[in-house]
């Protein structure tokens, strides 16, 4: 089976400020274009695109294979969020979605979807902040993995979402540790090598 993956567009009225609806734009471009920069690596990739605020509505690709303009208002509901990712949970694979969005989220709403993601393994759940004025601690716990993007990372996030896994990253405690890891193997130069 193809791997699939969801990239829902929060587009809400906060999403107006600092032009953040055109960065989200311009960020699920990037998305449609993975399988011609790598159609190996992304032959199989199946994307689809949704708009999220009081609702949740599947973006038609413009007949180009752009993105659409995007028109923000409204409120995004957790609540919507939460319906849309259960009912379209697939028995067989794990469903993989990420998250554009500044966090600018309802507490009940965030509190109660923080409930309810917990008993959800089937799910794996990427956020990635966009604008200056991110929510990240927000974001970063309504993922799956307690881990958020940065946008300028949507790369990373996507590769990460499609191929990884859902653990936590961890990062080395300091960079002793690091040094004192053992060393990469050094390849030696050989003649004609110009420096």
Known sequence: MNPSLSIIVDVSGSMNEMG?????????????????????????????????????????????????VLNAEGSSSLNVLSDFLSQNLNNTEKRRAIILSDGNFDRNEYEAFLKWKTDKNKIMLTTVAVGGDAN????????????????????????RTIFGSDESFVAPISTIQIL?????????????WDA
């Open 20 to 68: 953040k609806i055109h960065l989200q734009r311009n960020l699920c471009r990037y998305a449609a274009q993975l399988r011609g920069v790598d159609q190996e690596k992304y032959a199989d990739l199946d994307i689809r695109f949704y708009q999220w605020a009081h609702d949740i509505f599947e973006i038609a690709l413009q007949s180009d294979g752009d993105i659409p």
């Open 136 to 159: 990240l601690l927000k974001l970063k716990k309504i993922s799956t993995n307690n881990s958020v993007h940065i946008s300028e990372n949507i790369s990373s996030a996507i590769d």
């Open 180 to 192: 004192q890891s053992e060393p990469a193997e050094i390849e030696e130069l050989g003649e004609g």
